[in-house]
């Protein structure tokens, strides 16, 4: 390629000669020569030869200028000589680019690992959707079974509701034993639920909830006696009885209600400290607004059961009681007033054990 390259500045060179020799010339014949070198510049960079067509290119702008410089300028060696080094140079830049070609595999290496990197990260993030989606799928498939199995499961239940229902109703329409004896043993269960509601009642102090319960009770005692198995007569519509029942158990789940509040409301109390009051005393949060024209209800007292236990009553003796005796009385232990004077009047009197010895002089060391 090089030994190309220095063909096509020999060339390059023959026609910068013949243009310097025609520079004396006219200038049509001038002109001719110009776009021959311009046409010859063409063909050269078609086949690929761009640095020798930048210099026929150079080569004919120098012959148009030849008449403008009057003839002053370089001499026509040193023209030919500075056209060749840079045809010389051209052709090192662009057939010898090892450090471009250096530089430009390396930048292909990096482009190349930071495909590798973005693809390896674009796969693990598809990975990553992906187990997402499927988790995602798998509950949502759970919760479907779940909600299905719920669903069987109602069905089922509403079904077996329903049998019963109509079982009932069937034994009902036959006014047979079956009949009479279900009916005897839901009144027995609600007289039951009843007499423990009254229990119930009793110990969180509602006397008149109890004698509400109480009438109830004597009323289906009653009906228990009138369904007796020997009784003969015409028996109520099924649709009576079993509005009656309705009614029962709608009043047996309120006072089932009634009866869980009052046990909560018992454990509320439990866990209050106890009241400073006397019992059977108004508590300050037991005011209630009464309305005109109604009396104010009095407290009523609380049963035996519920009061708050008392210490038994001590006797207080009086102050004379308490006072101790002047003089100790036989049998009696308590301690006699203390009497200072006569304390006094002991510490001065002297003994016979004092009067008999003396006190002996102290001897002094001197006399010694």
Avoid at 80 to 90: A, Q
């Amino acid at each position: 390629m090089r030994f190309g390259g220095q063909i096509l500045l020999g060339i390059m060179a023959v026609a910068l000669l013949a243009s310097v020799s025609m520079a004396d010339e006219p200038d049509a014949a001038r002109k001719v020569h110009i776009e021959t070198l311009l046409k010859q510049a063409d063909v050269l960079e078609s086949h690929g030869a761009d640095a020798a067509a930048k210099g026929l290119r150079s080569a004919a702008e120098q012959l148009r200028q030849t008449k403008s410089s009057d003839g002053k300028g370089l001499s026509n060696k040193e023209r030919v000589e500075i056209i060749i080094r840079e045809g010389d140079n051209n052709e090192f830049a662009q057939t010898s680019p090892n450090k471009s070609r250096d530089e430009d595999r390396r930048r292909f290496e990096e482009i190349r690992a930071r495909q590798r990197e973005m693809r390896e990260e674009i796969e693990r993030k598809a990975l990553q959707a992906r187990k997402a989606a499927e988790q995602a799928l798998r509950e949502h498939e759970e919760r479907l079974r779940d909600r299905e199995a719920a669903e069987r499961e109602r069905h089922e239940r509403e079904r077996h509701e329903r049998e019963r229902h109509e079982q009932e109703m069937r034994e009902h329409e036959g006014h047979g034993p079956e009949g009479r004896d279900h009916e005897r043993r839901m009144l027995q269960e609600r007289l039951e639920h009843l007499h423990q509601a009254m229990n119930h009642l009793r110990e969180a102090g509602m006397p008149d909830r109890v004698h509400e319960l109480e009438r109830q009770a004597e009323e289906i005692e009653r009906e228990l006696h009138h369904h007796h198995p020997g009784h003969e007569g015409p028996h109520p519509p099924v649709e009576e009885l079993m509005g009656q029942i309705h009614e029962l158990r709608e009043q047996l789940h309120g006072l089932r209600r009634e009866v869980a509040e009052l046990r909560e409301q018992m454990m509320h109390l439990r866990e209050r400290p106890a009241p400073r009051f006397q019992p059977g005393e108004p508590r300050p949060d037991d005011f209630r607004p009464v309305p005109p024209g109604r009396r104010p209800e009095e407290p009523r007292p609380q049963p035996p059961e519920f009061r708050r236990p008392q210490p038994p009553e001590r006797h207080r003796p009086s102050f004379e009681e308490l006072k101790p005796p002047k003089e100790r009385v036989e049998g009696d232990k308590r301690p006699l007033p203390f009497q200072p004077k006569k304390l006094e009047a002991q510490k001065k009197a002297p003994t016979k054990e004092t009067e008999k010895t003396p006190p002996k002089p102290k001897k002094d060391k001197d006399e010694d």
